[in-house]
């Protein structure tokens, strides 16, 4: 269990390691950067590099932490991996039950596996648990959107989107029964450019739709009317990496907006 600066939670849960890339969003994954940079170091927990494993002995990780958190499940992974068997997901979902003073964040790539095993009766309690929200990655029209359609149909008691990196226009959304969207663009030195008119539409849609709207940051290359937007960072350097937002321009008062569900506080 950690800390992270990941500004809409209070700590990551990862008892997997690994993962595979499936769709543009991935194209950057720091976590698969970082674990392949011990690829073949002895002894290292990531002598494998980002091969898919099972980390059992962090199962129990929520149910020793004693102080009521938010937990982002799988920061590092995807818990509908399809090389995860059910059963462990089924572990998981034991402890986030049994830990239910935490709520939990469980956000997806693989969300037809994560609607079919939350719609079957050996996860009923789970998926409509008060405590759980369930989410889905939503970079892009191609592979996003249909994403939201399986999260959708899942029934469980709360939904979110992550909209982070977004790569470009979601066009006109249905958020219906979509509870929270977080929206970003993507960090790093190779980011890709992020409009941040996608998220000023994204925020009239949720504020047209009623969902609890939260922009995280502008990732490192913000472009505002067609041009570069240079924000200062905590160290004064004018590189447009964006994560506060009092250091936005006045234009951007609509995305300050930083909401969280009744329900996650
Ligand atoms: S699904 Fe998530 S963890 Fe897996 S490769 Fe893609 S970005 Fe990385």
Redesign the pocket.
């Known amino acids: 269990m950690n800390d992270t600066p990941i500004n809409w939670t209070d700590k990551t849960w990862n008892p997997i390691r690994g993962?595979?890339?499936?769709s543009p969003?991935?194209k950057h994954?720091y976590?698969?950067t970082f674990a392949e940079r011990f690829r073949g170091v002895p002894g290292h927990p990531f002598e494998q590099g980002f091969d898919l494993r099972l980390a059992p002995h962090k199962l129990d990780e929520p149910v020793r932490l004693r102080k009521p958190s938010m937990i982002f499940v799988n920061s590092?992974?995807?818990l509908f991996h399809e090389d995860v068997p059910e059963s462990y997901i089924r572990q998981v979902a034991d402890v986030m039950l049994q830990a239910a003073r935490h709520s939990y964040q469980v956000l997806t790539?693989r969300s037809e596996r994560m609607r079919d095993l939350l719609n079957s009766e050996s996860f009923r309690d789970v998926a409509m648990a008060e405590n759980v929200w369930w989410g889905v990655s939503c970079e892009d029209r191609k592979y996003g959107l249909p994403r939201i359609k399986h999260l959708r149909a899942a029934k469980v008691k709360h939904r979110f989107i992550s909209a982070e990196p977004l790569l470009e226009s979601l066009g006109q959304i249905n958020l219906a029964a979509i509870e929270w969207l977080i929206v970003g663009g993507e960090s790093g030195r190779s980011a890709r450019p992020f409009d941040v008119a996608w998220a000023e539409d994204l925020q009239h849609h949720c504020a047209e739709q009623g969902t609890s709207f939260f922009a995280k940051q502008l990732g490192a290359k913000p472009i505002l009317n067609g041009e570069p937007l240079m924000i200062p960072n905590a160290k004064g350097r004018r590189d447009g990496h964006a994560g506060d937002p009092n250091q936005w321009p006045e234009a951007l008062a609509d995305l300050r907006v930083r909401q969280s569900p009744a329900a996650v506080i």
């Open positions: 993962c595979d890339k499936v969003g991935c994954c976590a698969s590092t992974s995807d790539k």
